[in-house]
């Protein structure tokens, strides 16, 4: 992760050679960095102060997504836990624990959430259980995907490639991304899962390979093509519509690449987008994309493009104008943030002050709040299927723009 994490975590800057950006800022960034990204953001941030008792927030800088990729697959459980409880022990010490017993402290997990969740101890369970602490559960958790369970946990967008430092950079390649033909419908850039006779993801590359309007950038193993930013990026501007199917897991670091290029994102699953980036994108998931319900495509009862080919020009214009308005809240930029702009930095610390800042007044004031915080709304519609079965679990359309 040594070159990845470097130049501030964004990663080698990019070779321009083929003009895929027009714009100085452009890395080769790492989609498990943003621990480093924001922490160097926050040595810049214009508002610190030594004093605790005068701080509406305190920022824990660990890296716990970095730190668990070390071991994770190491047999000692004892290894793969000994820095989380290392930490919290010394949290707990600290004078600035005592005050809201760390609800005013937050931290960033630039790894999904399944990753520190070990739910045994037997060997043969990976990854450690750090975010199950009851430490842990107290802080206010910023991470790239979030448990719908876990009101502490904010889902907040991956790191994509384009850290402007100027104004002018971004409103330049909002212009540009306006103005770019797109002569396909639709695209994917992605791979099979193997030994997943049903997954989604195979459906999705099935009917792109039988479209004739659809682009398909498929990563095989020993492919170049997805290792290439100007590839990929090529892919998404040049398309209407980018399809996001969940893989490993429910997000996709491609979904934010996809809407930086302009590209309508495609979502699957609720649990990719809708539910997790409560803060950066509008309640109304119709004003920026489109859900098909995944059981329909594994069923054959749905054709992903029909679907597509109903939205008429100008919907389709709409929904693309909304993606590149948001293209600021979405992107992290160059150290010191985007002049006059708010990015995805700006977005996530403004959500940390207001959620702490609640909970100091509850507390204050002797509120019971079950729910910690202004998105325990994704708790109640979850419904009772239970943690372990958000796989299966579909929400209603109506509900889902409640945020």
């Not at 101890?121 to 991470?143: C, G, Q």
């Not at 889902?155 to 971004?170: E, L, M, N, W």
């Not at 859900?291 to 054959?300: K, L, N, S, T, W």
Request: hydrophobic content about 35%; glycine content about 6%.
């Amino acid at each position: 992760m040594c070159l990845a994490l470097s130049n501030t975590g964004l990663g080698p800057p990019l070779d321009d050679s083929d003009g895929i950006s027009s714009e100085a800022g452009w890395h080769n960034t790492n989609q498990f960095a943003l621990e480093v990204i924001f922490h160097n953001r926050m040595k810049q941030y214009e508002c610190l102060t030594t004093d605790s008792s005068r701080a509406s927030a305190i920022y824990v800088p660990f890296y716990a997504g970095l730190e668990v990729y070390r071991h994770l697959w190491n047999r000692s459980l004892s290894l793969r836990d000994s820095v989380s409880l290392d930490l919290v022990r010394w949290l707990r010490s600290r004078p600035e624990w005592a005050a809201m017993g760390g609800k005013d402290h937050f931290l960033v997990v630039g790894r999904v959430d399944r990753d520190l969740k070990r739910r045994s101890d037997e060997p043969r369970d990976w990854v450690n259980k750090f975010l199950l602490l009851p430490e842990a559960r107290n802080m206010t958790v910023l991470i790239i995907e979030s448990s719908p369970w876990r009101s502490n946990e904010i889902g907040i967008p991956y790191p994509s490639y384009f850290h402007p430092s100027k104004a002018s950079q971004v409103l330049a390649w909002q212009d540009r991304m306006r103005k770019v033909e797109r002569p396909w419908l639709f695209s994917f850039a992605g791979a099979r899962r193997r030994g997943q006779a049903t997954a989604i993801r195979d459906r999705v590359m099935d009917q792109c390979r039988r479209s004739r309007r659809c682009n398909l950038l498929e990563c095989r193993l020993g492919a170049t093509e997805c290792r290439s930013t100007s590839s990929v990026m090529r892919a998404f501007r040049s398309s209407a519509f980018c399809l996001q199917p969940p893989g490993d897991t429910f997000t996709r670091r491609s979904m934010f690449d996809a809407m930086l290029a302009g590209c309508v994102p495609v979502l699957f699953h609720p649990g990719s987008a809708y539910v997790q980036y409560l803060w950066h994108l509008p309640g109304n998931h119709t004003r920026y994309s489109v859900f098909i319900p995944a059981d329909e495509v594994r069923q054959g009862k749905t054709s992903i493009e029909e679907v597509q080919s109903r939205f008429r020009e100008e919907d389709i214009r709409s929904m693309r104008e909304k993606v590149i308005r948001l293209i600021p809240r979405l992107l992290y930029g160059y150290p010191r943030g985007v002049e006059s702009l708010k990015d995805a930095f700006d977005v996530a610390v403004e959500g940390v002050i207001e959620r702490i800042g609640r909970l100091r007044r509850e507390m204050r004031e002797g509120v019971p709040s079950p729910f910690q915080g202004s998105n325990g709304w994704k708790i109640a519609l979850a419904g009772r299927e239970g943690e372990h079965q958000w796989d299966k679990l579909f929400l209603k359309p109506e509900l889902w723009a409640l945020p």
